[in-house]
């Protein structure tokens, strides 16, 4: 296994086969300028997953998003470490890897972006455009990458009116832009806020990508609407979010009309663990939501209730280890959620999973653990089966997807 306290570099394990693989990249922040972040790569074959590459100070001190294009990775650095000292940080990186996921190479200089970018799409012509959120600078961004080795800057959002709410913690003292999400058409953005408990919707020109907000969707005060996604359930389309602060699940049905995307009143509001669940402890907050490649399931995850003990999955024999869950809910016809599974999530806090193309695999990066877990799943129920395996690799791990 590896940590942190190894020299800077890449750390390349053998020369393995990758015919029949599935690759994980993964992000790990560090602690500051002098212990800075880093990239791995896991392979998953034959049953077993493996740690093949560790790539330390290539996105900066805190790495989190990744956005891939081809063979291209654009990685997003929220750099904490800058903010502490008085600085602005942020920066997006551009790198390259090959084919078999050992080898990851930066390209030209990193991009500073608004501080605190979390979340990044694609979007536009050709998907030429990267829009950016961005948690600490409170506002959006939006780069070209049709030169996928040169982005450039195309537009900065800010959000100047702004008032908090009474009660409100140090999290929502600003807005705080952490998602951006593409709708089925392609002509819209929705950027949760969780700062100012409001659902931004951005008009985007696909040429141009520029976009502007169009209008806002209010989410209930305080609660902190953090991820989104779009369902296509038959010939309606739906809008979930969950919130971090209140531990909630949001659901709209969604229109498009002549004055574009309307999400109309709330189809539903229930608590991350379904209606009538019992309370959580005070430290639990949402964090991801995805929804199954067939639109049929949608699941969440919820950190710090430490509510679920699994055998290790790093080593069974080793004994039994706290789990925060994954909540897994079937998608009615008429956009209601059924609750269907509470499944462990591997570890503490699931900060971000993320499902295979074929959704037979959730992979989740488990910030407190430093910890990659792999859930097999079957796709014509749509439950977790098995924790396939983990991976420690270290850090606060905040990020994991696969590379397909």
């Known amino acids: 296994m590896l940590y942190k306290s190894l020299a800077a570099g890449v750390i390349a394990f053998g020369l393995p086969t990758f015919a029949s693989a599935t690759l994980i990249f993964t992000t790990s922040m560090g602690a500051n300028a002098t212990d800075p972040g880093w990239l791995s790569t896991i392979k998953y074959v034959d049953g077993k997953l493996e740690l093949i590459s560790k790539h330390l100070s290539i996105c900066g001190v805190n790495?989190?998003?990744?956005?891939?294009?081809?063979?291209?990775?654009?990685?997003?650095?929220?750099?904490?470490?800058?903010?502490?000292?008085?600085?602005?940080?942020?920066?997006?990186?551009?790198?390259?890897?090959?084919?078999?996921?050992?080898?990851?190479?930066?390209?030209?200089?990193?991009?500073?972006?608004?501080?605190?970018p979390v979340s990044s799409v694609r979007f536009g012509q050709s998907l030429k455009g990267l829009a950016i959120a961005s948690y600490g600078g409170n506002g959006t961004q939006s780069y070209d990458i049709s030169s996928p080795d040169a982005p450039k800057v195309v537009q900065e959002l800010t959000i100047d009116n702004f008032t908090p709410k009474k009660g409100a913690d140090p999290q929502q003292l600003q807005p705080r832009p952490h998602h951006v999400v593409l709708d089925p058409t392609g002509d819209f953005i929705v950027a949760p806020d969780l700062?100012?408990?409001?659902?931004?919707?951005?008009?985007?020109?696909?040429?141009?990508?520029?976009?502007?907000?169009?209008?806002?969707?209010?989410?209930?005060?305080?609660?902190?609407?953090?991820?989104?996604?779009?369902?296509?359930?038959?010939?309606?389309?739906?809008?979930y979010v969950i919130t971090e602060r209140s531990n909630e699940i949001i659901g709209w049905k969604v229109t498009y009309n002549s004055d574009g995307l309307d999400f109309g009143r709330e189809l539903f509001i229930i608590p991350s663990h379904g209606p009538g669940s019992a309370a959580l402890p005070a430290t639990a907050r949402g964090a991801e939501l995805v929804i199954s490649p067939d639109s049929k399931f949608l699941l969440v995850s919820s950190r710090f209730e430490n509510s679920l003990a699994i055998p290790n999955p790093e080593d069974k024999a080793s004994g039994q280890v706290q789990s925060d869950p994954i909540i897994n809910y079937a998608i009615q016809a008429d956009g209601t959620l059924k609750l269907q599974q509470i499944y462990?999530?591997?570890?503490?806090?699931?900060?971000?999973?993320?499902?295979?193309?074929?959704?037979?695999?959730v992979v989740t990066a488990l910030q407190k653990d430093g910890r990659v877990a792999l859930i097999k799943r079957d796709v014509q129920t749509g439950n977790l089966t098995e924790i396939a395996g983990a991976v420690h690799v270290g850090g606060?791990?905040?990020?994991?997807?696969?590379?397909?």
């Open 63 to 116: 790495p989190s998003w990744l956005e891939f294009a081809g063979d291209h990775i654009y990685c997003l650095d929220e750099d904490w470490s800058s903010a502490a000292v008085g600085a602005a940080g942020g920066a997006l990186n551009t790198l390259k890897t090959t084919r078999d996921g050992t080898k990851l190479t930066s390209v030209g200089q990193p991009l500073k972006t608004l501080p605190g």
């Open 195 to 239: 700062g100012s408990d409001l659902l931004r919707i951005f008009k985007v020109d696909k040429n141009t990508l520029k976009y502007v907000e169009a209008k806002t969707v209010p989410t209930p005060d305080l609660s902190g609407p953090r991820h989104g996604a779009f369902a296509k359930v038959g010939s309606e389309t739906y809008f």
């Open 344 to 361: 462990a999530a591997g570890g503490i806090n699931p900060r971000h999973f993320s499902i295979s193309k074929d959704g037979s695999l």
């Open 396 to 404: 606060d791990t905040t990020f994991a997807k696969f590379k397909e």
